[in-house]
Protein backbone atom coordinates (compact mmCIF):
# COMPACT_ATOMS: atom_id res chain seq x y z
CA UNK A 1 0.00 0.00 0.00
CA UNK A 2 1.55 3.15 -0.88
CA UNK A 3 0.43 6.52 1.19
CA UNK A 4 1.60 10.26 0.21
CA UNK A 5 2.07 12.58 2.62
CA UNK A 6 2.87 16.78 2.06
CA UNK A 7 5.22 18.59 4.67
CA UNK A 8 5.02 20.95 6.47
CA UNK A 9 1.50 21.56 6.64
CA UNK A 10 2.12 25.14 7.79
CA UNK A 11 3.96 27.34 5.44
CA UNK A 12 4.66 31.34 4.93
CA UNK A 13 3.64 33.43 2.51
CA UNK A 14 5.64 34.01 -0.26
CA UNK A 15 8.33 31.36 -1.31
CA UNK A 16 8.34 28.35 0.55
CA UNK A 17 9.67 24.56 -0.12
CA UNK A 18 7.42 21.70 0.82
CA UNK A 19 8.27 17.68 0.51
CA UNK A 20 6.02 15.13 -1.34
CA UNK A 21 7.01 11.60 0.29
CA UNK A 22 5.84 8.28 -0.70
CA UNK A 23 6.41 5.49 1.20
CA UNK A 24 5.21 1.83 0.89
CA UNK A 25 3.90 0.69 4.12
CA UNK A 26 2.90 -2.67 2.98
CA UNK A 27 4.51 -6.09 3.27
CA UNK A 28 5.05 -6.58 -0.54
CA UNK A 29 6.94 -4.50 -3.61
CA UNK A 30 4.73 -2.21 -4.99
CA UNK A 31 5.24 -1.59 -9.02
CA UNK A 32 4.48 1.62 -11.56
CA UNK A 33 3.56 3.98 -9.06
CA UNK A 34 2.37 7.20 -10.53
CA UNK A 35 1.26 10.32 -8.11
CA UNK A 36 0.56 13.95 -9.57
CA UNK A 37 -0.06 16.59 -7.53
CA UNK A 38 -2.50 19.30 -7.99
CA UNK A 39 -1.77 22.63 -6.84
CA UNK A 40 -5.28 24.78 -5.50
CA UNK A 41 -5.75 28.64 -6.98
CA UNK A 42 -3.04 30.98 -4.60
CA UNK A 43 -0.70 28.62 -4.26
CA UNK A 44 2.21 27.94 -7.67
CA UNK A 45 4.94 25.56 -8.33
CA UNK A 46 7.92 27.58 -8.80
CA UNK A 47 10.18 24.13 -9.03
CA UNK A 48 9.84 20.35 -8.76
CA UNK A 49 7.99 17.82 -10.31
CA UNK A 50 3.97 17.55 -10.42
CA UNK A 51 3.64 14.57 -11.99
CA UNK A 52 5.87 11.41 -10.16
CA UNK A 53 6.66 8.22 -11.27
CA UNK A 54 8.24 5.58 -9.33
CA UNK A 55 8.99 1.78 -11.14
CA UNK A 56 9.49 0.03 -7.81
CA UNK A 57 9.18 0.48 -3.88
CA UNK A 58 10.38 -2.46 -1.86
CA UNK A 59 7.61 -2.70 1.30
CA UNK A 60 9.21 -0.68 4.47
CA UNK A 61 10.87 2.05 2.28
CA UNK A 62 10.29 5.62 0.92
CA UNK A 63 11.63 7.96 -1.25
CA UNK A 64 10.60 11.92 -1.59
CA UNK A 65 10.67 14.56 -3.64
CA UNK A 66 11.11 18.37 -3.36
CA UNK A 67 8.57 20.88 -4.52
CA UNK A 68 9.18 24.76 -3.92
CA UNK A 69 6.27 26.81 -4.10
CA UNK A 70 4.99 30.54 -3.76
CA UNK A 71 2.10 31.02 -2.05
CA UNK A 72 0.23 34.19 -2.58
CA UNK A 73 -1.60 35.25 0.66
CA UNK A 74 -2.56 33.65 3.87
CA UNK A 75 -5.28 30.71 4.16
CA UNK A 76 -6.10 27.18 4.25
CA UNK A 77 -5.54 25.39 1.27
CA UNK A 78 -5.96 21.75 -0.07
CA UNK A 79 -3.78 19.89 -2.69
CA UNK A 80 -5.47 17.17 -4.14
CA UNK A 81 -4.13 14.63 -6.63
CA UNK A 82 -6.10 13.98 -10.27
CA UNK A 83 -4.37 10.48 -10.94
CA UNK A 84 -2.80 8.03 -8.07
CA UNK A 85 -2.18 4.42 -8.93
CA UNK A 86 0.29 1.82 -8.71
CA UNK A 87 0.34 -1.97 -8.84
CA UNK A 88 0.56 -4.29 -6.08
CA UNK A 89 3.47 -7.51 -6.17
CA UNK A 90 0.90 -9.80 -8.46
CA UNK A 91 0.10 -7.23 -10.94
CA UNK A 92 -2.87 -5.85 -9.64
CA UNK A 93 -3.72 -2.25 -10.46
CA UNK A 94 -4.74 0.00 -7.74
CA UNK A 95 -6.31 3.49 -8.21
CA UNK A 96 -6.23 5.76 -5.46
CA UNK A 97 -9.44 8.52 -5.20
CA UNK A 98 -10.20 11.65 -3.22
CA UNK A 99 -6.26 12.15 -2.01
CA UNK A 100 -5.91 15.16 -0.32
CA UNK A 101 -3.41 17.04 1.74
CA UNK A 102 -4.25 20.10 3.86
CA UNK A 103 -1.52 23.05 3.69
CA UNK A 104 -2.27 26.46 6.18
CA UNK A 105 -0.23 29.52 4.73
CA UNK A 106 0.45 32.46 7.27
CA UNK A 107 -0.11 35.61 5.88
CA UNK A 108 2.98 37.94 5.52
CA UNK A 109 3.54 40.53 8.28
CA UNK A 110 2.58 43.96 7.05
CA UNK A 111 5.58 45.91 7.57
CA UNK A 112 4.95 49.00 9.58
CA UNK A 113 5.99 52.51 7.30
CA UNK A 114 9.39 54.01 8.21
CA UNK A 115 9.08 57.49 9.50
CA UNK A 116 10.62 60.29 7.69
CA UNK A 117 11.77 63.51 9.31
CA UNK A 118 13.10 66.75 6.87
CA UNK A 119 14.04 70.15 7.92
CA UNK A 120 14.88 72.93 5.49
CA UNK A 121 16.27 76.70 6.29
CA UNK A 122 13.87 79.22 5.38
CA UNK A 123 16.54 81.90 6.05
CA UNK A 124 18.97 82.67 2.68
CA UNK A 125 21.28 85.43 3.77
CA UNK A 126 23.55 85.88 7.03
CA UNK A 127 24.88 88.82 7.70
CA UNK A 128 29.06 88.51 7.97
CA UNK A 129 29.89 88.59 12.08
CA UNK A 130 26.71 90.05 13.13
CA UNK A 131 24.57 87.72 15.58
CA UNK A 132 20.99 87.35 13.93
CA UNK A 133 18.16 84.81 13.92
CA UNK A 134 18.43 81.26 11.32
CA UNK A 135 15.04 80.29 10.52
CA UNK A 136 13.82 76.87 9.52
CA UNK A 137 10.96 74.44 8.83
CA UNK A 138 11.01 70.43 10.98
CA UNK A 139 8.64 68.39 8.82
CA UNK A 140 7.53 64.78 9.41
CA UNK A 141 7.17 63.76 5.61
CA UNK A 142 6.48 59.84 6.64
CA UNK A 143 3.39 58.09 7.35
CA UNK A 144 3.42 57.73 10.90
CA UNK A 145 4.10 59.79 14.19
CA UNK A 146 7.40 60.75 15.78
CA UNK A 147 8.50 62.05 19.07
CA UNK A 148 11.74 63.24 20.56
CA UNK A 149 12.23 65.22 17.32
CA UNK A 150 15.36 67.10 18.21
CA UNK A 151 17.67 69.01 15.67
CA UNK A 152 21.12 70.34 16.12
CA UNK A 153 22.79 72.99 14.12
CA UNK A 154 26.77 72.99 12.93
CA UNK A 155 28.63 74.70 10.49
CA UNK A 156 30.60 77.78 9.51
CA UNK A 157 28.61 79.02 12.11
CA UNK A 158 28.90 79.91 16.21
CA UNK A 159 25.74 78.78 17.74
CA UNK A 160 24.34 80.94 20.65
CA UNK A 161 24.22 77.97 23.56
CA UNK A 162 20.37 78.03 24.60
CA UNK A 163 19.62 77.45 20.97
CA UNK A 164 22.14 75.08 19.85
CA UNK A 165 19.59 72.22 19.61
CA UNK A 166 15.65 72.76 18.51
CA UNK A 167 13.64 69.89 20.22
CA UNK A 168 9.66 69.02 19.81
CA UNK A 169 7.99 66.06 21.50
CA UNK A 170 5.48 65.00 19.24
CA UNK A 171 4.88 65.38 15.55
CA UNK A 172 2.47 64.49 13.61
CA UNK A 173 2.16 62.47 10.33
CA UNK A 174 1.89 65.39 7.78
CA UNK A 175 2.81 68.32 10.52
CA UNK A 176 5.48 70.92 10.58
CA UNK A 177 6.97 73.26 12.84
CA UNK A 178 8.80 76.08 12.82
CA UNK A 179 12.66 75.82 13.85
CA UNK A 180 15.01 78.92 14.94
CA UNK A 181 18.25 79.47 15.76
CA UNK A 182 20.24 81.92 17.32
CA UNK A 183 23.98 82.01 14.96
CA UNK A 184 26.83 84.51 13.84
CA UNK A 185 28.25 83.42 10.60
CA UNK A 186 32.30 82.99 10.56
CA UNK A 187 32.83 83.47 7.23
CA UNK A 188 31.55 85.32 3.68
CA UNK A 189 30.65 83.89 0.46
CA UNK A 190 27.49 82.89 -1.71
CA UNK A 191 27.02 79.47 0.11
CA UNK A 192 28.04 78.74 3.40
CA UNK A 193 27.21 75.20 4.53
CA UNK A 194 24.85 74.72 7.44
CA UNK A 195 24.61 70.62 8.81
CA UNK A 196 21.67 69.48 10.36
CA UNK A 197 21.92 66.67 12.70
CA UNK A 198 18.20 65.26 12.87
CA UNK A 199 17.47 62.55 15.76
CA UNK A 200 14.00 61.21 16.56
CA UNK A 201 12.05 58.22 17.49
CA UNK A 202 9.31 55.92 15.83
CA UNK A 203 8.24 52.40 14.94
CA UNK A 204 10.76 51.18 17.95
CA UNK A 205 13.85 52.65 17.66
CA UNK A 206 16.03 56.21 17.21
CA UNK A 207 16.56 57.33 14.14
CA UNK A 208 19.43 59.42 12.49
CA UNK A 209 20.25 61.73 9.28
CA UNK A 210 22.49 64.28 8.46
CA UNK A 211 21.37 67.18 5.85
CA UNK A 212 23.54 70.27 4.63
CA UNK A 213 22.08 73.39 3.24
CA UNK A 214 23.51 76.41 2.50
CA UNK A 215 23.17 80.42 3.17
CA UNK A 216 24.50 83.41 1.43
CA UNK A 217 26.90 85.43 4.40
CA UNK A 218 28.05 89.19 3.15
CA UNK A 219 29.88 91.33 4.78
CA UNK A 220 29.16 94.80 4.96
CA UNK A 221 31.59 97.63 3.69
CA UNK A 222 32.54 99.58 6.67
CA UNK A 223 31.78 103.49 6.33
CA UNK A 224 34.18 105.84 4.84
CA UNK A 225 35.94 102.72 3.07
CA UNK A 226 37.05 102.40 -0.67
CA UNK A 227 34.18 101.12 -2.27
CA UNK A 228 34.40 97.38 -3.16
CA UNK A 229 34.79 95.57 -6.49
CA UNK A 230 31.64 95.00 -7.73
CA UNK A 231 31.75 91.11 -8.13
CA UNK A 232 29.14 91.18 -10.86
CA UNK A 233 26.13 89.27 -10.84
CA UNK A 234 25.48 86.47 -9.50
CA UNK A 235 24.00 82.63 -11.35
CA UNK A 236 21.30 81.10 -9.44
CA UNK A 237 20.91 77.51 -9.39
CA UNK A 238 17.65 75.98 -7.70
CA UNK A 239 17.78 71.68 -7.08
CA UNK A 240 15.37 69.94 -6.74
CA UNK A 241 15.56 66.54 -4.41
CA UNK A 242 12.65 63.77 -4.23
CA UNK A 243 13.46 60.25 -3.00
CA UNK A 244 9.75 59.56 -2.30
CA UNK A 245 8.50 57.02 0.13
CA UNK A 246 8.50 53.26 -1.26
CA UNK A 247 11.32 53.96 -3.93
CA UNK A 248 14.26 52.53 -3.92
CA UNK A 249 16.55 54.64 -2.20
CA UNK A 250 18.72 57.53 -4.14
CA UNK A 251 21.76 59.73 -2.60
CA UNK A 252 20.21 62.54 -3.19
CA UNK A 253 21.92 64.36 -0.07
CA UNK A 254 24.95 63.41 -1.04
CA UNK A 255 25.07 64.52 -4.90
CA UNK A 256 24.23 68.61 -3.58
CA UNK A 257 26.34 67.66 -0.99
CA UNK A 258 29.37 66.84 -4.02
CA UNK A 259 27.86 69.46 -6.37
CA UNK A 260 28.16 72.49 -3.26
CA UNK A 261 32.09 71.51 -2.95
CA UNK A 262 32.68 71.29 -6.81
CA UNK A 263 30.83 74.95 -7.11
CA UNK A 264 33.12 75.96 -4.15
CA UNK A 265 36.01 74.88 -5.16
CA UNK A 266 35.42 76.73 -8.64
CA UNK A 267 36.87 80.54 -9.30
CA UNK A 268 33.46 81.56 -10.04
CA UNK A 269 32.30 80.68 -6.48
CA UNK A 270 31.06 83.62 -5.25
CA UNK A 271 28.86 84.49 -8.31
CA UNK A 272 26.84 81.36 -7.88
CA UNK A 273 23.64 81.32 -5.30
CA UNK A 274 22.58 78.15 -4.64
CA UNK A 275 19.42 76.98 -3.06
CA UNK A 276 18.10 73.53 -2.43
CA UNK A 277 14.63 72.17 -2.00
CA UNK A 278 14.24 68.38 -0.65
CA UNK A 279 10.78 66.22 -0.43
CA UNK A 280 10.06 68.01 -3.23
CA UNK A 281 5.90 68.45 -4.29
CA UNK A 282 4.31 69.93 -6.85
CA UNK A 283 3.31 73.20 -5.68
CA UNK A 284 7.09 73.38 -3.89
CA UNK A 285 8.05 73.52 -7.78
CA UNK A 286 5.73 76.90 -8.98
CA UNK A 287 6.04 78.71 -5.40
CA UNK A 288 10.17 78.41 -5.72
CA UNK A 289 10.57 79.26 -9.46
CA UNK A 290 8.66 82.38 -8.04
CA UNK A 291 10.94 83.35 -5.03
CA UNK A 292 14.08 82.54 -6.41
CA UNK A 293 13.58 82.95 -10.29
CA UNK A 294 16.85 80.54 -10.97
CA UNK A 295 19.03 80.85 -14.17
CA UNK A 296 19.80 76.71 -13.53
CA UNK A 297 17.06 74.17 -12.42
CA UNK A 298 18.34 70.82 -11.64
CA UNK A 299 15.93 67.56 -10.40
CA UNK A 300 17.81 64.45 -8.77
CA UNK A 301 15.81 61.40 -8.37
CA UNK A 302 13.47 58.97 -10.08
CA UNK A 303 12.46 59.28 -13.39
CA UNK A 304 9.42 57.18 -14.50
CA UNK A 305 6.22 56.43 -16.56
CA UNK A 306 5.09 55.89 -19.96
CA UNK A 307 6.16 59.93 -20.45
CA UNK A 308 9.46 59.54 -18.47
CA UNK A 309 8.51 62.07 -16.47
CA UNK A 310 10.16 62.86 -12.97
CA UNK A 311 8.81 61.02 -9.53
CA UNK A 312 8.60 63.65 -6.77
CA UNK A 313 5.94 63.91 -3.64
CA UNK A 314 1.93 64.16 -3.09
CA UNK A 315 1.13 65.53 -0.09
CA UNK A 316 1.79 62.18 2.14
CA UNK A 317 5.20 61.31 0.92
CA UNK A 318 4.46 58.91 -1.72
CA UNK A 319 5.65 59.08 -5.59
CA UNK A 320 3.99 61.36 -7.65
CA UNK A 321 4.74 61.31 -11.50
CA UNK A 322 4.74 64.89 -13.07
CA UNK A 323 2.88 64.67 -16.38
CA UNK A 324 5.51 66.14 -19.12
CA UNK A 325 2.61 69.23 -19.94
CA UNK A 326 2.27 69.75 -16.84
CA UNK A 327 6.32 70.85 -15.80
CA UNK A 328 6.53 72.16 -19.21
CA UNK A 329 3.40 74.23 -18.83
CA UNK A 330 5.19 75.69 -15.14
CA UNK A 331 8.42 76.38 -16.89
CA UNK A 332 6.29 78.64 -19.38
CA UNK A 333 4.12 80.24 -16.89
CA UNK A 334 7.17 80.98 -14.04
CA UNK A 335 10.26 79.42 -15.32
CA UNK A 336 11.21 82.46 -18.20
CA UNK A 337 14.84 83.38 -16.73
CA UNK A 338 15.69 79.19 -16.73
CA UNK A 339 18.38 79.10 -18.85
CA UNK A 340 18.90 75.42 -18.15
CA UNK A 341 17.20 72.33 -16.74
CA UNK A 342 19.08 69.59 -15.57
CA UNK A 343 16.67 66.33 -15.56
CA UNK A 344 19.60 63.73 -13.52
CA UNK A 345 17.16 60.81 -13.30
CA UNK A 346 16.95 57.46 -15.33
CA UNK A 347 14.72 57.64 -18.78
CA UNK A 348 14.00 61.60 -19.09
CA UNK A 349 14.59 61.66 -22.90
CA UNK A 350 10.99 62.50 -23.60
CA UNK A 351 10.88 65.46 -20.58
CA UNK A 352 14.04 66.65 -22.14
CA UNK A 353 12.90 67.00 -25.37
CA UNK A 354 9.80 68.47 -24.41
CA UNK A 355 11.20 71.23 -21.97
CA UNK A 356 12.93 72.66 -25.23
CA UNK A 357 10.01 74.11 -26.59
CA UNK A 358 9.98 76.49 -23.22
CA UNK A 359 13.16 76.16 -21.89
CA UNK A 360 16.92 77.25 -24.02
CA UNK A 361 18.92 74.28 -22.84
CA UNK A 362 18.00 70.62 -21.49
CA UNK A 363 20.00 67.50 -19.96
CA UNK A 364 18.31 64.67 -19.95
CA UNK A 365 19.28 60.97 -19.60
CA UNK A 366 18.71 58.60 -22.59
CA UNK A 367 18.36 55.71 -20.24
CA UNK A 368 19.11 54.06 -16.52
CA UNK A 369 22.03 55.17 -15.29
CA UNK A 370 24.01 53.83 -11.52
CA UNK A 371 23.43 56.32 -8.27
CA UNK A 372 27.08 56.92 -8.35
CA UNK A 373 27.20 57.49 -11.84
CA UNK A 374 24.37 60.28 -11.50
CA UNK A 375 26.62 61.80 -9.11
CA UNK A 376 29.72 61.66 -11.39
CA UNK A 377 28.01 63.71 -13.78
CA UNK A 378 27.10 66.42 -11.41
CA UNK A 379 29.97 66.77 -10.53
CA UNK A 380 31.61 67.31 -14.03
CA UNK A 381 28.93 69.90 -14.31
CA UNK A 382 29.35 72.26 -11.95
CA UNK A 383 32.89 72.13 -11.77
CA UNK A 384 33.03 73.26 -15.45
CA UNK A 385 29.98 75.58 -14.05
CA UNK A 386 32.20 77.35 -11.65
CA UNK A 387 34.67 78.06 -13.34
CA UNK A 388 33.30 80.13 -15.94
CA UNK A 389 32.51 77.69 -18.83
CA UNK A 390 29.75 77.60 -20.81
CA UNK A 391 26.78 74.72 -20.38
CA UNK A 392 28.19 73.03 -23.29
CA UNK A 393 31.29 72.53 -22.10
CA UNK A 394 29.99 71.78 -18.79
CA UNK A 395 28.30 68.88 -20.08
CA UNK A 396 31.19 67.50 -21.76
CA UNK A 397 33.08 67.65 -18.58
CA UNK A 398 29.88 65.20 -17.09
CA UNK A 399 30.36 62.54 -19.33
CA UNK A 400 34.13 62.97 -18.93
CA UNK A 401 33.66 62.15 -15.65
CA UNK A 402 31.99 58.96 -16.57
CA UNK A 403 34.02 57.84 -19.61
CA UNK A 404 36.97 58.30 -16.95
CA UNK A 405 35.43 55.83 -14.36
CA UNK A 406 33.35 53.75 -16.21
CA UNK A 407 30.23 52.10 -15.23
CA UNK A 408 28.90 49.66 -17.74
CA UNK A 409 27.28 52.12 -20.66
CA UNK A 410 25.72 55.09 -18.12
CA UNK A 411 28.39 57.76 -20.12
CA UNK A 412 26.07 57.44 -22.86
CA UNK A 413 23.12 58.29 -21.12
CA UNK A 414 23.18 61.95 -20.87
CA UNK A 415 21.91 64.31 -23.51
CA UNK A 416 21.82 67.69 -24.36
CA UNK A 417 19.52 69.44 -26.16
CA UNK A 418 18.98 72.91 -27.56
CA UNK A 419 15.41 74.82 -27.25
CA UNK A 420 13.79 77.04 -29.53
CA UNK A 421 15.23 80.39 -28.09
CA UNK A 422 19.15 78.85 -29.58
CA UNK A 423 21.99 79.09 -27.46
CA UNK A 424 22.24 78.37 -23.29
Same mark, same amino acid.
Given at each position: ?5 ? &? ?8 ? /? ?16 ? *? ?6 ? +? ?19 ? &? ?13 ? !? ?53 ? !? ?35 ? !? ?46 ? &? ?19 ? *? ?21 ? +? ?20 ? +?? %?????? %? ?36 ? *? ?77 ? /? ?14
Amino acid at each position: MIEVTV &SPARIPAGVA /DLEIRLENTGRETCLNII *FMIRLPVG +IMRLRGQDRITVSKLPPGQSI &SYPLRVRADSGGCYR !LTSPNFSYRDHSGHAHRVTGFTAEITVDAEPVRAPEPKVAAELQTTELPLGEWST !LRGRVSNVGEVDVSAVEIILSGQVTTENRSKAFAVEQ !LRAGASVDASFFVRAQEAGAQVPIHLDIAYSGVGRRHRSTTTRTVSVR &SNPQTGAAPAHNPGPSVKILF *FGANPLGTPSLRVDEEIREIQQA +IKQGRERDHIVVRSEWAVRPHD +IT %QVLLDF %QPEFVHFAGHGGGKEGSIVVEDDIGHAHIIPVDGLVQA *FKAVGRDVRCVIVNACRTELLAQALTAVVPCVIGMRQPVGDRSAIRFSVGFYQALAAGKPVETAFDVGVAQLMMTPDGD /DALAPLLLHGREGAC
